[in-house]
């Protein structure tokens, strides 16, 4: 068989970068992925807090495959993890206009307030992690007054960057090729530390750039946040993929994502506490049990028991 050297180099050089693209989830990575959050020397982060600030009314059947049509309601969600001398915010809500294009012409629940706190959350935080390059994780940062502000402290990687400037999921999220050096642009295999107790892993499939949040508290406690692995914790307890139409709507990668639905099925026995971004049924609760914290708080606020 013979190819032409600039096949060659391009079927090598995409052996490469798919050989990068995809973590192999197993034990040894769950090893890896806690020795990076546990890298960072200093004071661990001491609680998990997250906030709704919309919410897309859809039905179980829209969420997941083979789902009915019991109604599920999709939250829209940001967290922030507190230490005791300041903190991280992961995900940035967004504005009302990219609000309405998730409406597709309906009229959805968005609670202005809220993503107005998640604003000065941004601005009062250390650092700002996205677990994916769509509108309602990313907008809050780059379509944000404070733009100038919160870009320099926001980590991006290089393929949430890619999609951003090739092929946003919306014109609003359209990203300049010289916007690149406003942010914190990070490219790595599998798991990557980015503070004290926290460390990212890649999870290409739902996007090119969606990425994981582990977390451990001082308390002991692991979480992972799973972004949009999975819209629902049914999704992950059952391996159940997206409806096949929101995945080809999306241009999903379901052999990764299959991949991935696995490792969080596991992950619960191994101890870690699961966070699905999308799920309104689940959080709630765990919030009521104060398992995580309900709403951000900003500095200079009462907090619980205080
Ligand atoms: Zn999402």
Not at 153 to 178: C, F, G, H, N
């Amino acid at each position: 068989m013979r190819f032409a050297p600039a096949c060659l180099l391009a079927c090598l050089l995409g052996l490469a970068s798919a050989a990068a693209a995809r973590p192999a989830y197993d034990d040894a990575l769950l090893r890896k992925l806690r020795a990076a959050a546990g890298a960072v020397p200093g004071a661990l982060p001491e609680e998990l807090r997250y906030a709704k600030f919309a919410e897309s009314p859809r039905t179980f059947a829209a969420t997941v495959e083979g789902g009915d049509d019991t109604p599920y309601a999709q939250a829209r969600t940001a967290y922030q993890l507190r230490y005791p001398d300041g903190w991280i915010m992961v995900d940035a809500g967004m504005d009302e206009a990219v609000h309405r294009f998730f409406g597709r012409g309906a009229e959805e629940p968005y609670d202005a307030a809220a993503n107005a706190r998640i604003q000065r959350a941004l601005r009062g935080a250390r650092l700002v992690l996205v677990t994916h390059e769509h509108g309602d994780h990313v907008a809050g940062v780059l379509r944000s007054p404070h733009y100038a502000e919160i870009a320099p402290k926001t980590i991006l990687t290089a393929r949430q960057v890619d999609t951003l400037v090739r092929a946003p999921q919306m014109p609003e999220l359209r990203m300049d090729p010289a916007q690149r050096r406003d942010f914190i642009v990070v490219d790595f295999d599998d798991v990557l530390p980015v503070a004290p107790g926290v460390a990212l892993v890649q999870a290409p499939g739902h996007t090119p750039g969606e990425l994981m949040v582990y977390a451990r508290l001082r308390d002991g406690r692991e979480f992972l946040i799973t972004g949009d692995v999975s819209w629902s914790y049914a999704g992950i307890e059952q391996r159940l993929q997206k409806p096949a139409a929101q995945i080809a709507r999306i241009g999903e990668d379901a052999t990764a994502i299959a991949f991935q639905l696995d490792w969080l099925n596991g992950l619960p026995a191994r101890g870690i506490q699961l966070l699905v971004n999308h799920d309104d049924l689940v959080q709630p609760r765990l919030a009521a049990e104060g398992v995580i914290g309900e709403g951000l708080r900003l500095d200079g606020e009462p907090g619980p028991g205080e």
